[in-house]
T-cell receptor, first 112, second 113 residues
Framework: DAGVIQSPRHEVTEMGQEVTLRCKPI?????LFWYRQTMMRGLELLIYFNNNVPIDDSGMPEDRFSAKMPNASFSTLKIQPSEPRDSAVYFC??????????FGPGTRLTVT | GENVEQHPSTLSVQEGDSAVIKCTYS??????FPWYKQELGKRPQLIID?????GEKKDQRIAVTLNKTAKHFSLHITETQPEDSAVYFC????????????FGTGTRLQVTL
């Protein structure tokens, strides 16, 4: 298996633009997680899905953030409009039966 | 919700020495405690985990201990090597769909020659 796949790996955008991050979980995994990592706040869980259904989005910072999982092999995290404080590394992770999360390589987002 | 505290934030040891990282958690219902290693610019990777029905688990030079009464767990690395240098994160979670992993703030381990 190729592991969790994320795209793009790097994204540089201007403030106010829409940003879409993509994730393909490991085949067969039924949980998908979106995390954000910054020096100041560490590793934060934004939202997670079980069988494509959002279970807990309490970590989503603002209405500017939204996430979808239209099927078992694809998820998106969208930021609209983006702001400089959204600059971070965004990780997607997946797991089977909740535990042992496997992380993707991350997307480094820079908003100027 | 769950709160996980991790200490120390940085740790420097000489090659061959042991390193110990400690974490405490707040939710007594938590029953799964993984440890992740993150090298610079890379993704976090699971190195070892322990569940609440086990007090200690070992995998070669790495061991984790759990004290449910005191609500703390620790990572022990023996015979440290330069490639052990990384940031280590502890985490805690309960079971079932209502739970999620809460991560500690990380420990930057530096193994010097």
């Amino acid at each position: 298996d190729a592991g969790v796949i994320q795209s793009p790996r790097h994204e540089v955008t201007e403030m106010g633009q829409e940003v879409t991050l993509r994730c393909k979980p490991i085949s067969g995994h039924d949980y998908l997680f979106w995390y954000r990592q910054t020096m100041m706040r560490g590793l934060e869980l934004l939202i997670y899905f079980n069988n494509n259904v959002p279970i807990d989005d309490s970590g989503m910072p603002e209405d500017r953030f939204s996430a979808k999982m239209p099927n078992a092999s694809f998820s998106t995290l969208k930021i609209q409009p983006s702001e400089p404080r959204d600059s971070a590394v965004y990780f997607c992770a997946s797991s089977f039966a909740w535990t042992e999360q496997y992380f993707g390589p991350g997307t480094r987002l820079t908003v100027t | 919700g769950e709160n996980v505290e991790q200490h120390p934030s940085t740790l420097s040891v000489q090659e061959g020495d042991s390193a110990v990282i400690k974490c405490t958690y707040s939710d007594s219902a938590s029953n799964y405690f993984p440890w992740y290693k993150q090298e610079l610019g890379k993704r976090p990777q699971l190195i070892i985990d322990i569940r609440s029905n086990v007090g200690e688990k070992k995998d070669q030079r790495i061991a984790v201990t759990l004290n449910k009464t005191a609500k703390h767990f620790s990572l022990h690395i023996t015979e440290t090597q330069p490639e052990d240098s990384a940031v280590y994160f502890c985490a805690a979670s309960g079971s079932g769909t209502a739970s999620k992993l809460t991560f500690g703030t990380g420990t930057r381990l530096q193994v010097t020659l």
